[in-house]
Every structure is written in structure tokens, then in C-alpha cells.
């Protein structure tokens, strides 16, 4: 990849045909306070990174003066109409690019941008760097811990091995390796689970760098409706991952239930409903876990 100067044209407002080797992708709703000074910060840490680069922020449906503040920072600025959701605005800013890396961080100053340095060499020879917060998530709230503790523990089952941090907001990719699984992301906050375990799950690359996580400017976009959406990503992540991950240990409950079941039968001299019903239970859950698993390959098919 050649390297060369920082050019102001990577800093215009409106999109540009000038090759540029980074995107960072600025995904904003509602960030008036805060959006302008993340642009600053991005622009400052990134003064001597010997690549060309743009900055997008994407106003995803802001009711306030996010998208003046965003313009006004130099940026280069997308708005929408409506708000269609953290993911919808992640994909929007990704596809306004055409770079070999993509980074994206969050407008509300709780990631360092000092980061990205780092963060984009490791990409060097990584299909994914992801910035992990560490001990700065200990204090998650009370009500989001349950939560937060079934899904980091699924996808710790389901990836096979243990992941630092599942949903971080600040990352870097590689284009070519992040763009084959935008037709799979959901456009809620559950983008970031979705390509990690996609990306650990075939096998790509995935480097996590420390960092240090701020406390956030402004109030938190997530709500406690989003529980039924929560529900939504643990089936999709099952479903797609790994169902013979899941599956295949709950067919065989099943079936070892209804063997133990058929054995006490035989010594009473009576087949029951329990012992049939159990088996075909099993074997309507692992044909449907094989289903779900040739699916799954058909779609994470490199």
C-alpha cells in the first residue's frame, strides 16, 4: 500500500473522488454537544498519520443541531431523515467510502482517538482490530448486567474462545474483509456483536488493543425496549453462527431423556407418550440445526 501526505480535500464536507486509504465512520444521533469536538480530537490524533484519510459523520435522523455542528467541524457529513438506527448509519457511512481501511467510532467522546495510530497499524496484518475497554465496563448499570452477561457468555460458547470485548464502538477494519458481511448486519445497536462473531466465526483475523474508555458526553440512546431486540440477536447469532453449537447439545438432552425414559418403560412393561415424544423431539431439533447450519455456511461462505 503506498503511503502518502495528508491532504485538507480528505476534510471537505461533501464526498470526494480523491482516493483516500482511511474512512472513519462517525455514526451520530443527537450528539450536538459532543460531535464537533470527537471530529477535532479524530483530526488532531491522525495529524501525522502518513496516509490519506477522510472523516464521515453520519446525522442519523438528529432532532437537534448535530448535523450544523458535524458541517461546521470540517467533516465530511451524511444526514437522514429519519433515525434508522445505529447499524443503518454505521453501513450508510461504510458504503460513502471507498478506502482500504474503514474505521468507525462513536460522536459522544467516550473513545480515545488517540487510538486510531495504533489501532491502524495492527490492521496492517489484521482483518479487525477492535478497541477493548476493559476494566472501564465493570461499571455497566445494574439493569444491563443480565443482559450483557448472556450475551457475552453466548458468544464466548459460540466463537470457542473468550472475547475481551463484544460490542465495542471503536474499531478498525479492513475493507475487503468488513464488506462481505454488510448484507448480514442489522442496522440496531447489535451491528458490533454481529461482525465480531461473524469475523471470529470464519476465522478471520481479530486483534483487540486496550484503550481507555471515557465517560460519555450526553445521555446513553439505549433503552430498555431494546430487550426485545436483545432477544432478536441471541436467535440470530444462534441461528447463523453456530446452531450445531446449540442445538445438537439440546437434541441430545432430549434423547438421553427419552432413552432413560424407554429403559424404565421396558422394565414396566409400557411404552409411554414421554419417551416417543422425546425422541422425536430430538430429531426435529438437530434437523433443524443442520438446516441452520448449511444456511449459515451458504451465507459466511468466503
Not at 203 to 216: D, S, W
Not at 222 to 247: C, K
Not at 257 to 264: D, Q
Given at each position: 500500500?503506498a503511503l502518502?501526505?495528508?491532504?485538507?480535500?480528505?476534510?471537505e464536507?461533501?464526498?470526494?473522488?480523491?482516493?483516500?486509504?482511511?474512512?472513519?465512520?462517525?455514526?451520530?444521533?443527537n450528539?450536538?454537544?459532543?460531535?464537533?469536538?470527537?471530529?477535532?480530537?479524530?483530526r488532531?490524533a491522525?495529524?501525522?498519520?502518513?496516509?490519506?484519510f477522510?472523516?464521515?459523520?453520519?446525522?442519523?435522523?438528529?432532532?437537534d443541531?448535530t448535523?450544523?455542528?458535524?458541517?461546521?467541524?470540517?467533516?465530511?457529513?451524511l444526514?437522514?431523515?429519519?433515525?434508522?438506527?445505529?447499524?443503518?448509519?454505521?453501513?450508510?457511512?461504510?458504503?460513502?467510502?471507498h478506502?482500504d481501511?474503514?474505521?468507525?467510532?462513536?460522536?459522544?467522546?467516550?473513545?480515545?482517538?488517540?487510538?486510531?495510530?495504533?489501532?491502524?497499524?495492527l490492521?496492517?496484518?489484521?482483518?479487525?482490530?477492535?478497541?477493548?475497554?476493559?476494566?472501564?465496563?465493570?461499571?455497566?448499570?445494574?439493569?444491563?448486567?443480565?443482559a450483557?452477561w448472556?450475551?457475552?457468555?453466548?458468544?464466548n460458547y459460540?466463537?470457542?474462545?473468550?472475547i475481551?470485548?463484544?460490542?465495542?464502538?471503536?474499531?478498525?477494519f479492513?475493507?475487503?474483509?468488513?464488506e462481505?458481511?454488510?448484507?448480514?448486519?442489522?442496522?440496531?445497536?447489535?451491528?458490533t456483536?454481529?461482525?465480531?462473531?461473524?469475523?471470529?466465526?470464519?476465522?478471520?483475523?481479530?486483534?483487540?488493543?486496550?484503550?481507555q474508555?471515557a465517560?460519555?458526553?450526553?445521555?446513553?440512546k439505549?433503552r430498555?425496549?431494546?430487550?426485545?431486540?436483545?432477544?432478536?440477536?441471541?436467535l440470530?447469532?444462534?441461528?447463523l453462527f453456530e446452531?450445531?453449537?446449540?442445538?445438537?447439545p439440546?437434541?441430545g438432552?432430549?434423547?438421553?431423556l427419552?432413552?432413560?425414559k424407554?429403559?424404565?418403560?421396558i422394565?414396566?412393561?409400557n411404552?409411554?407418550?414421554t419417551?416417543v415424544?422425546?425422541?422425536?423431539?430430538?430429531l426435529?431439533?438437530?434437523?433443524?440445526?443442520?438446516?441452520?447450519?448449511?444456511?449459515?455456511r451458504?451465507?459466511?461462505?468466503?
Amino acid at each position: 500500500m503506498a503511503l502518502t501526505s495528508v491532504s485538507p480535500r480528505a476534510y471537505e464536507t461533501k464526498p470526494t473522488s480523491d482516493p483516500v486509504e482511511l474512512s472513519i465512520v462517525i455514526p451520530a444521533y443527537n450528539e450536538e454537544g459532543a460531535v464537533a469536538a470527537t471530529v477535532k480530537r479524530i483530526r488532531a490524533a491522525l495529524s501525522e498519520l502518513p496516509m490519506r484519510f477522510e472523516i464521515i459523520v453520519v446525522d442519523d435522523g438528529s432532532t437537534d443541531g448535530t448535523r450544523i455542528a458535524a458541517e461546521l467541524s470540517g467533516a465530511v457529513v451524511l444526514s437522514s431523515a429519519e433515525n434508522g438506527g445505529y447499524g443503518s448509519a454505521l453501513k450508510r457511512g461504510i458504503a460513502a467510502g471507498h478506502s482500504d481501511y474503514v474505521a468507525i467510532i462513536d460522536a459522544d467522546g467516550t473513545y480515545p482517538a488517540e487510538s486510531l495510530i495504533p489501532m491502524i497499524e495492527l490492521a496492517q496484518t489484521a482483518d479487525m482490530v477492535v478497541g477493548n475497554r476493559g476494566a472501564a465496563m465493570r461499571n455497566v448499570p445494574l439493569i444491563r448486567r443480565p443482559a450483557k452477561w448472556i450475551l457475552n457468555g453466548l458468544a464466548n460458547y459460540l466463537a470457542r474462545r473468550e472475547i475481551p470485548d463484544v460490542n465495542s464502538g471503536m474499531r478498525v477494519f479492513r475493507r475487503a474483509s468488513l464488506e462481505k458481511f454488510i448484507p448480514l448486519l442489522p442496522d440496531g445497536f447489535s451491528f458490533t456483536t454481529t461482525i465480531t462473531l461473524a469475523m471470529l466465526c470464519t476465522k478471520l483475523r481479530v486483534v483487540y488493543f486496550p484503550i481507555q474508555y471515557a465517560k460519555r458526553t450526553g445521555s446513553s440512546k439505549i433503552r430498555a425496549a431494546h430487550f426485545f431486540a436483545f432477544i432478536v440477536l441471541l436467535l440470530r447469532i444462534v441461528m447463523l453462527f453456530e446452531p450445531l453449537r446449540v442445538f445438537m447439545p439440546l437434541g441430545g438432552a432430549l434423547f438421553a431423556l427419552g432413552l432413560c425414559k424407554t429403559i424404565y418403560d421396558i422394565t414396566v412393561w409400557n411404552l409411554s407418550e414421554t419417551a416417543v415424544l422425546s425422541f422425536l423431539g430430538a430429531l426435529i431439533i438437530w434437523s433443524i440445526a443442520l438446516i441452520a447450519d448449511m444456511i449459515g455456511r451458504l451465507h459466511l461462505r468466503p
